[in-house]
Structures are given as C-alpha cells and as structure tokens.
C-alpha cells in the first residue's frame, strides 16, 4: 500500500484534530468508547467471580489459570474494540449515520480474527522484548526489581527499595524507546488497516512496519505527544479524585467512590477517543489508497 511522506508538525495536527474529533457526533464516538471501557470491565468482573468459585480467595493453580487466560482474552479483545472504535470515529467524520453499538461492527464485518491476532502479535513483542531487556538490565538489577514489585504488591504503602544501576543503561533506554515506539506505531496502524481497509494481517504489519520506518519523525513526535498528554491528563486525574475522595468521602463514601468510579470510566473513555482518533488520523494521512474524510476545519486549535 503506498505509503505518503509527512512532515515532522503534522503531528501536532493529529493531536489537535483528535482532541476535536468527538465534536462531529459525540453520542456516538464517547457512547462507544463508554461502551469499550464496560466491555473491557465486564471482562475483568467476570475473571473476578471464576477466581472466587474456583479459588475460594486463595491463590492456586486454577486461579493462577484463569487469571492468565484472562489476561490473554483482554490482549486480544482490545484490538478488535479498538478498531471498532475507528470504525465509529471514521465513519463519524465521513458524516454518515452511526451509533454507539457499532464498536462491535468488526465482528459482522469478519474482522475480529484478524484484529485479535494484533493483540497476539503484541503479547509475542512484550515477551521478547522481555527477554531482550532482561539480557541488558543484568541479573542483578532483575532480581531488585522483581523484589521491589513484589513488596509493592504485598504492602503498597512501603516506600520501594532503591534499584541497583542496569548492567547497558545507554543501550536499556534507547531499546525501550525503540520497542515502545515500534510498538505502539505497528499496532495503531495495523489495527486501523485492518479495521478500515480490510487488509490481511501480514499486510497490515508490513505496512504499519514501513510506515513507521519512512515517517519516523511524524511518527515518533506524535507517539511523544500523546504519551505527554496521556501522564499529565492522569496526574490532573488523580488530584481531582483525591479531591472528590476528601470532600464527598467526609460526608457520604460511598458517593464518594461512585463519582470516582464515574469520573474514572468517563476518563478513560475520552483517553480511548483521542488515542483511537490519533490511530485513525495517522492511518487517514499515511496510506494514500485509504478514503479520504473531511478534514476538521479547526488544525491548529482546540475546540471547546
């Protein structure tokens, strides 16, 4: 698929343009993206109740199993609500009709195969890249780390333990950014070719691949962006809840913990429209054989 150059500032535009992108028919795109964080929950709340019924609260084979596949189901399940989520904002913007329950059209469509084979793939690269970052952290800074992640777990409210220096700082940080960018890049756009264009899977990963490669600039700036919006919007997050905890919870908790709980869906929702959005946008720009949508009017600000 031909693949079109892009300048190094036409990621600002994406990310205006996707913080814009819920203005054309906001029913529909936050309607799915509340629709994908239940989905996801229900998943989660349904693991919950089978490490119960087979656990009985203790820790063990079966609920360790269960605990694994459900992990694996949420890998694969993303992608394909992922993608139906491009599919509403996509066809939001083209201005034709569609609602919230479209986010499952890739399963009508004969795609969430395809898509959850994205989620496999990504399963495949956090593990290699495990195993490649393991070699360049050391055994020594492993070992702290698994110790201090596991005393995290079992008492949150314990400082951490200092970590030791990896064995290739230099070469650890530039393979995370790399793994992370090519990451992130590949499934963003593999998703959005095989949700849009209907391109086999190793088509979308070839394509998803180069692009990442002749548009690294754009790209990379982008990932950046968004990754900076992401960590500032969850800081201003956690201050208003705590907020909300103090206030509310001095006078009702359990309201309290129902507007979190509220707020926190609501947040998420709009994180999935804007980085979704920001995929759509990229796949839109990148791929010239893919239709093309009207272009929001307002590229340089943000609309309120």
Known sequence: MPIRPLPPLQAWHWLVQAINLGMRNPRAIFGAALLLVGSLYAMVMASGVLVALFGGGEVSTPTLLITLLM????????????????????????????????LYRPFALGRAGRLAALGGLQILLMAGGMLITRQLAGEAYMAAYNEALNSIMQNPQQA?????????????????????????????????????????VLAAIKSAALAAVRNLAANFLAITLFFV?????????????????????????????????????????????????????????????APEAPTPATQGRIEL
């Not at 950014?177 to 998703?191: D, E, K, P, R, S």
């Not at 960590?231 to 103090?246: D, F, G, H, I, T």
Request: neutral net charge.
């Open 71 to 102: 992990v694996v189901a949420i890998f694969m399940m993303m992608p394909v609500l992922a993608g139906g989520l491009m599919h509403v904002i996509a066809e939001a913007e083209a201005g034709r009709p569609t609602a919230a329950r479209d």
């Open 229 to 289: 919006l992401t960590m500032l919007s969850a800081v201003l997050l956690s201050m208003v809840l705590s907020m909300v905890m103090l206030l509310l919870g001095a006078l009702f908790m359990p309201l309290a913990l129902l507007v979190t709980f509220v707020l926190g869906m609501c947040f998420a929702a709009v994180l999935l429209v804007i980085v979704c959005g920001g995929g759509y946008l990229i796949w839109r720009d990148t791929f010239t054989a």
């Open 160 to 200: 951490p333990a200092q970590l030791p220096a990896p064995a290739h700082p230099v070469l650890m940080f530039v393979w995370q950014v790399c793994l992370n960018y090519f990451t992130a890049i590949t499934m963003l756009l593999g998703i959005a070719l095989i949700a849009l264009s209907n391109s086999s």
